[in-house]
Antibody
Framework: EVQLVESGGGLVQPGGSLRLSCAAS????????MNWVRQAPGKGLEWVSY????????YYVDSVKGRFTISRDNAKNSLYLQMNSLRAEDTAIYFC????????????WGQGTMVTVSS | EIVLTQSPATLSLSPGERATLSCRAS??????LAWYQHKPGQAPRLLIY???NRATGIPARFSGSGSGTDFTLTITNLEPEDFAVYYC??????????FGQGTRLDIK
C-alpha cells in the first residue's frame, strides 16, 4: 500500500525547535519530489516547502525561510522538516505530500502531525 | 505570487443535487490547476489535475473545467461522502505553490 506517515509533532514553546519526519512506503521514494503542507486551526491549506528527488533543489514559502529546513534520506525512505525559531503562527497540522510531476499535483498525502507553539 | 480566490465560501446542498465550485486566479495559470477534497482528520485527496483530468479512482461525478484564470469543479448527483472542504491549487508560476482558501460543502 502506498503510504506516507508523519511523526514528530507536539507542544513546543515559542523560539523552540522541532523535527518532523515522514516515512514513505509502497512506492519508490527516491523517484518522487516531496512537499510539506500545513493547515493552521480553522484555516486552509498552505504549502510550506518542496524538495526534489536528489535534494539539490529546495524551495520554501517566505514565512518560514531561514527558520525551516527540508531534507530527505532516500536510503531510509524518509522526508524531514527541521523547524527552528518557532512562532505561535506556525501552529498547524503538517502534512507531507508526494509530488506527481506529470500531474503537476500532490497525489499522495499523509494524515498529518500536529505542531502547537505555545507557552 | 498567484492568488486563488474560491467561491462560494460555503455551499449548502442536499444529496442528489449538483455542486458548482469556482476558483479564480489573479493571473493566468494556463491549465496548471488541481482540485483536492479534504475531510477533518483525514489526508487531503487529489480529485482533478491539469484543470480537467480526474485522478486515479475518482468517480465520474467529479469533473473540472476552465483554463487561464477561471476554473470550475462540478460534482453531479451529490453523495453523502462528498460533503467536505474543497481546495484549488496552482503550480503554474512557483514557488510559491498556492491554494485557494477553500469551499465548504455542507449538507442542507
Amino acid at each position: 500500500e502506498v503510504q506516507l506517515v508523519e511523526s514528530g509533532g507536539g507542544l513546543v514553546q515559542p523560539g523552540g525547535s522541532l523535527r518532523l519526519s515522514c516515512a514513505a512506503s509502497g512506492f519508490s521514494f527516491s523517484s518522487h519530489e516531496m512537499n510539506w503542507v500545513r493547515q493552521a486551526p480553522g484555516k486552509g491549506l498552505e504549502w510550506v516547502s518542496y524538495i526534489n528527488r536528489g535534494g539539490s533543489t529546495i524551495y520554501y514559502v517566505d514565512s518560514v525561510k531561514g527558520r525551516f529546513t527540508i531534507s530527505r534520506d532516500n536510503a531510509k525512505n524518509s522526508l524531514y522538516l527541521q523547524m527552528n525559531s518557532l512562532r505561535a503562527e506556525d501552529t498547524a497540522i503538517y502534512f507531507c505530500a508526494r509530488d506527481n510531476n506529470p500531474l503537476d499535483a500532490f497525489d499522495i498525502w499523509g494524515q498529518g502531525t500536529m505542531v502547537t507553539v505555545s507557552s | 505570487e498567484i492568488v486563488l480566490t474560491q467561491s462560494p465560501a460555503t455551499l449548502s446542498l442536499s444529496p442528489g443535487e449538483r455542486a458548482t465550485l469556482s476558483c479564480r486566479a489573479s493571473q493566468s495559470v494556463s491549465n496548471y490547476l488541481a482540485w483536492y477534497q479534504h475531510k477533518p482528520g483525514q489526508a487531503p485527496r487529489l480529485l482533478i489535475y491539469d484543470a480537467s483530468n480526474r485522478a486515479t479512482g475518482i468517480p465520474a461525478r467529479f469533473s473540472g473545467s476552465g483554463s487561464g484564470t477561471d476554473f470550475t469543479l462540478t460534482i453531479t448527483n451529490l453523495e453523502p461522502e462528498d460533503f467536505a472542504v474543497y481546495y484549488c491549487q496552482q503550480r503554474s508560476n512557483w514557488p510559491p505553490i498556492t491554494f485557494g482558501q477553500g469551499t465548504r460543502l455542507d449538507i442542507k
